[in-house]
């Protein structure tokens, strides 16, 4: 009956004009929403956004306008980071929700967009950020004066105690919350809190309780038919017949659960499922099964937390923190324009402050996770080669190893080349030569030329990637260096004779987790000395050699 009411709806707006073709739309995306058909209700939302940017002049109130993108931006934030786990769409809406009602001065909407943000900060992790967002809701929510405003942003906030394992405060947040949903008689609300009190007893080791809860609050998904609260509710159940070393029973709700999350396309919960299949089938001695969902989950963990989206989200946030920090500087100015310059300076080296360590934030988590991948795929295969001796699987295992110890020598690097304040000095390059050949017995070195290059101690771990590389990944016999002198650079070129690589990824090699062929690993390495090559005031490039290999083309600054 619905299809045909958003059949209906679709078939009037060709013929509506602007006003009733936005109201359509909203109109066909809240029933997509109720639905439960996420993607199509996001492609209506997004629809009805570019009208009112292209036509929203035709309306007759300005204000009304931005009181609809403020809807529409709301809701796709939502829809984004509750079932497409895209938490950098999510968090872009959100900021400009954000903003938004901070112009329109909706405190109502702001409370929302703030509860949003917090939201995706606490699936990231990052629960410093999260705490913080949701303080702001909760303030927000007090400012309104209407108590049920404060029922979820005193829950979430409760749920960030929960992650730093302050189960104390973590209840007497829910508690609060609970208080005030059972006075307004919130049925959904109880039932949310009532859940997420669970997972505290869970995490305090009272399995049996948080079982009987969970229980309780899943019978209340299936009678609404809440799709995705009943996915997470299947999730949790699974989790604690885990703990309690019920593992046919878990297996049974989880292959339930992971249906529900398949028909909203939830990709969070998806990936929890299959985690949780994981632990079953490894509990359960089946390890091929358990390998195999182990590696759908980190598959999909790894496309929903992959490098350019962290990156874009450290930069919406840094976007809207130098936004905020603009205005309030224009404020300052306009009250005192003595102190103009010296604010203007403070703001520009605390954005300088805040980006150099966001990317540290940011690459360390990323690592961190892929040790904890690696690490998890040694485990299952360790596992299916105790029960079946099949030794292909120890090739996995000595692999996700190496990786890690590649892993753990990029992190080094990293600090060392984002450390700004490290100290340049000269270097001989025939000696610098010298002593890295001594770890590549099987490698022929042929020099000409020498000179001297103002550089740190970075330098050799930039020469040492280049030499495995060629090796490792090209497969080299032999390395050729020349060194000459040129006017204002002393150009190095680095050349091998391995296998070389297809011309038309030559322009992405030093692209940050850029990666290419099977014996690739983390993708930093030449980002890693791309920027070092940087920060000595020289450069990089690389060329296809017509006898095979690659060159690389160092230009580092002349010294006089």
């Known amino acids: 009956m619905q299809d045909e009411k958003i059949r209906e709806l679709e078939v009037k707006l060709g013929s ?43 309306f007759k109130s300005e204000n009304d306008v931005h009181t609809s993108r403020l809807n529409i931006l709301c809701s796709l934030g939502q829809i984004n980071v509750l079932y497409a786990a895209a938490y950098d769409r999510s968090l872009e809406y959100y900021l400009e929700a954000l903003q938004l009602a901070e112009d329109l001065s909706n405190d109502h909407k702001s409370k929302l967009a703030l509860e949003g943000i917090g939201y ?9 950020q999260a705490g913080e967002y949701f303080s702001r809701a909760v303030e927000k929510a007090k400012k309104i004066g209407d108590p049920q405003e404060l029922i979820t ?20 947040y829910h508690q609060e919350a609970l208080d005030i949903a059972r006075k307004v008689n919130y049925e959904f609300g109880i039932s949310f809190i009532l859940h997420d009190m669970a997972i505290v007893h869970f995490y305090q080791g009272n399995i049996e309780e948080s079982l009987k809860i969970f229980l309780q609050t899943l019978e209340i998904e299936k009678k609404h038919n809440r799709k995705r609260e009943l996915a997470i509710s299947y999730v949790n159940v699974t989790s604690a017949l885990l703990e309690l070393g019920r593992y046919q029973e878990a297996l049974e709700y989880q292959i339930e659960g992971l249906k529900c999350a398949r028909e909203i396309n939830s990709k969070d919960e998806i990936s929890n499922s299959y985690l949780n299949l994981s632990l079953i089938y490894a509990n359960l001695r089946k390890y091929k099964q358990a390998l195999e969902f182990y590696r759908k989950y980190s598959d999909l963990r790894n496309e929903i937390y992959n490098v350019q989206s962290s990156k874009k989200i450290a930069e919406l946030q840094l976007n809207y923190d130098i936004e905020k920090k603009e205005k309030e ?58 029960n079946n001796q099949e030794k292909d699987v120890l090739q996995e295992a000595e692999k996700a190893i190496r990786k890690s110890v590649d892993l753990i020598d990029r992190m080094r690097e990293l600090e060392s080349f984002i450390d700004t304040n490290s100290s340049l000095k000269f270097y001989e390059l025939t000696e610098i030569f010298r002593q890295l050949r001594e770890n590549y017995p099987e490698l022929e070195f042929v020099m000409q030329g020498k000179g001297q290059i103002l550089a740190d101690e970075a330098i050799f771990s930039l020469f040492d990637n280049l030499i495995r590389n060629a090796r490792l990944h090209g497969g080299a016999t032999r390395l050729e260096i020349s060194i000459t002198n040129q006017e204002k650079f002393k150009e190095v070129r680095f050349s091998d004779n391995g296998r070389g690589m297809p ?31 940087e920060r000595y005031g020289g450069s990089i490039s690389a060329e296809l050699n017509p006898a095979g290999g690659i060159t690389f083309i160092m230009l580092f600054k002349a010294l006089h």
Do not use: C, W
């Not at 011309?503 to 920027?531: D, H, Q, S």
């Open 329 to 386: 500087a224009e404020l300052a100015r306009q009250q005192a324009e003595i102190y103009r310059l010296r604010n203007v300076e403070l703001a520009r080296a605390n954005r300088e402050l805040k980006a150099h360590k966001d990317h540290l934030e940011l690459i360390n988590k990323i690592l961190r996770h892929d040790l904890l991948n690696n690490l998890a795929v040694s485990r299952s295969a360790l596992r299916i080669y105790q």
């Open 16 to 58: 509506a004009n602007t006003a009733e073709r936005l109201k359509i739309l909203l109109d066909i995306s809240k029933r997509y929403e109720q639905l439960q058909k996420p993607e199509m209700a996001v492609k209506s939302y997004l629809e009805a956004n570019q009208l009112l940017l292209d036509h929203g002049k035709e």
């Open 153 to 172: 942003p005193l829950n979430e906030l409760a749920n960030v105690m929960t992650y730093r394992k302050d189960y104390d405060k973590s209840l007497q």
């Open 120 to 128: 995706v900060y606490r699936k990231l992790e990052n629960f410093e």
């Open 503 to 533: 011309v038309e990824i030559i322009p992405r090699i030093f692209e940050e987790r850029f990666k290419y062929g099977k014996t690739a690993n983390t993708g930093l390495g030449l980002f890693i000395v791309k920027k070092n090559m």
